[in-house]
């Protein structure tokens, strides 16, 4: 199998990548695509760092199992299938599939870090970045924290402004620079997303 063509999608938590990823995979069949998630890889809660009020704090280079991550990338990327257990963000009410990631044309990971990580940054081909205003991040978080993942309001209030904001200010804005394409997701990314896919169609026909 041909080297797959790697691309990288990073932006502030609430930005909107799961959706933007979502409306991706829609244009492309499952023999075209693959997509892994950073999120699959944070350790348990146990294992995270306290903040100084004694609170996990996820939003941390360290949060994750960050050579596993490369390990897999690295797999996918040399015709390797990939399994992993769902990662379901302690919420109790959630059963954890086996998820089996397929070696294909596209590799497409996602992720806060993945710039930060420098020997996943220098695996991509393309990097995307998803950019919006911090306030409506901060509600897309609260609706998706509070109805998705069964967090208390409070906590989820908590963990923007002390945990998400100052990780996004030092480990993932700091790498707009290197992105490649900069889509703008305030009201919708759908100009941003057309270019993507015709992009990535072009280049699975040259392939």
């Excluded at 690295?74 to 990631?101: D, Q, W």
């Amino acid at each position: 199998m041909q080297k797959p063509f790697v691309i990288g999608l990073t932006g502030v938590s609430g930005a909107g990548k799961t959706t933007f990823l979502n409306k991706l995979k829609a244009a492309f069949n499952e023999q075209e695509l693959s997509v892994v998630s950073q999120d699959n890889y944070y350790k348990p809660k146990e294992k995270q760092s306290l903040d100084d009020q004694g609170i996990q704090n996820f939003d941390l280079p360290s949060s994750l199992y960050r050579e596993e991550f490369h390990q897999d990338i690295s797999k996918l990327i040399s015709g390797e299938t990939v399994r992993r257990k769902e990662y379901t963000f302690n919420n109790k009410l959630a059963e954890p599939k086996m998820l089996e990631f397929q070696p294909r044309p596209l590799l497409l990971i996602e992720g806060i870090f993945i710039y930060h990580y420098a020997e996943i940054n220098e695996l991509l081909d393309l990097r995307l970045f998803l950019q919006v205003k911090e306030t409506t991040a901060y509600g897309r978080r609260i609706r998706r924290d509070k109805l998705e993942r069964n967090y208390p309001l409070d906590d989820v209030l908590y963990r923007f402004e002390k945990h998400v904001l100052p990780a996004y200010e030092k480990y993932i804005k700091p790498h707009m620079h290197e992105a490649d394409l900069i889509i703008n997701n305030n009201s919708d990314f759908n100009k941003g997303l057309d270019v993507v896919v015709a992009y990535l169609k072009d280049i699975l026909n040259k392939g």
